[in-house]
């Protein structure tokens, strides 16, 4: 059985940085793709960043690059978001998504993705 837990939001203004936390039980990342993603009030659901375990190569929405970094603890049993320059438009709530095969399709796909945490809120005041 996986578990993901994220943790770390909160509300904050307009630049500041916030860090979110997952962490996994019943699954590893280092074997494992994870991902971010995030859903606002009457929005569709979008991906944030996604983490490979080949390679450890990084993949983000067009939204937050250079802004957002994706990665692994060294208990591999964890996955950050480092948030930084925040936006109003980055008001949602955010979610960790583990799939149930190590190789899946799209990485920006949320169907690919079978497990998913409860999210965590994150407020950006102007």
């Known amino acids: 059985q996986v578990q993901l837990v994220e943790s770390g939001g909160g509300l904050v203004q307009a630049g500041d940085s916030l860090r979110l936390s997952c962490a996994a039980s019943g699954r590893t990342f280092s074997e494992y793709v994870g991902a971010w993603f995030r859903q606002a009030p009457g929005e569709e659901r979008e991906f944030v960043a996604a983490?490979?375990?080949?390679?450890?190569?990084?993949y983000y929405g067009d939204s937050v690059k250079g802004r957002f970094t994706i990665s692994r603890g060294d208990a591999k049993n964890t996955l950050y978001l480092q948030m930084n320059s925040l936006k109003p438009e980055d008001t949602a709530v955010y979610y960790c998504?583990?799939?149930?095969?190590?190789?899946?399709?799209?990485?920006?796909?949320?169907?690919?993705?079978?497990?998913w945490g409860q999210g965590t809120q994150v407020t950006v005041s102007s």
């Open positions: 998504a583990a799939p149930r095969d190590r190789a899946i399709g799209p990485m920006s796909d949320w169907r690919q993705y079978h497990y």
């Open positions: 983490l490979s375990w080949i390679g450890d190569h990084t």
